[in-house]
């Protein structure tokens, strides 16, 4: 249900991105500024992980990001975020919560209307997170089928734990109103280091979401709303 959610939210923006060349052409066309583009600083906030936090339970996070033009379709990025990620399996339960920021660059591979400034991006990011894992139940290991498991119950904090890593991002900015953009992303990134427990792995990360068995790859998606602060035109 959650994959069909976001497959909406793309394809609506996808729409959105395709009719607002045509739904503004007139303005554009009128406007004699139009050709000079905005360069200034973009700030705004994940609003998928705000809906998360108000519709999991086992979730709670918010995300900050930023990005400035220094070139004509070139950005500077970044998102700074904390996250809380219940996990839980057969044998264990557990909490990991903590901040991270990511940083890096997008390239605007969209060649807009006069007037408009939209984006089709792809980018890289390099990812750093610290955080805590909880351990809120865990069942001793038995092969032992007599007896009923043994579920302990007790709390477990392993903390200071880092993790970093790089990703590859694509999605698509819509400016819905002046200065206003409304955001879909996903992304693909890569482990490359990390601090883990001494007698298990780092199941979810901060930044990163959850990792996977023998392998060090991780997914991601984003959908934002954020604010552009125009410095100048040129």
Known sequence: MKHKHISTYFFSLAFLFLASPLLSQETTVQDSLATREKFGLRVGTDLSKLARTAFEDDYSGFEILGDYRVYKNY?????????????????????????????????????????????????????????????????????????????RTDNIEYSGLTANWIELIAGIKVEVLNNLYLSVNVQL??????????????????????????SNIGVGYGYTISYLIPFYKK
């Open 189 to 214: 990134k890569r482990r490359l280091f990390q601090t883990a427990p001494d007698n298990f792995d780092n199941l979810a990360i901060p930044g990163f979401n959850r990792t996977y068995d023998d």
């Open 75 to 151: 950005y500077a990025a970044a998102e700074l975020g904390n996250e809380s990620i219940g996990y839980q399996e057969d044998n264990i339960k557990l909490t990991s919560s903590g901040s991270y920021i990511k940083f890096g660059a997008d390239y605007n591979a969209y060649e807009n209307w006069t007037g408009m400034q939209n984006l089709i991006f792809v980018g890289a990011r390099y990812g750093f997170a610290t955080f805590t894992q909880d351990v809120d139940e865990y069942r001793i290991y038995t092969t032992n089928t007599f007896f009923e498991p043994d579920v």
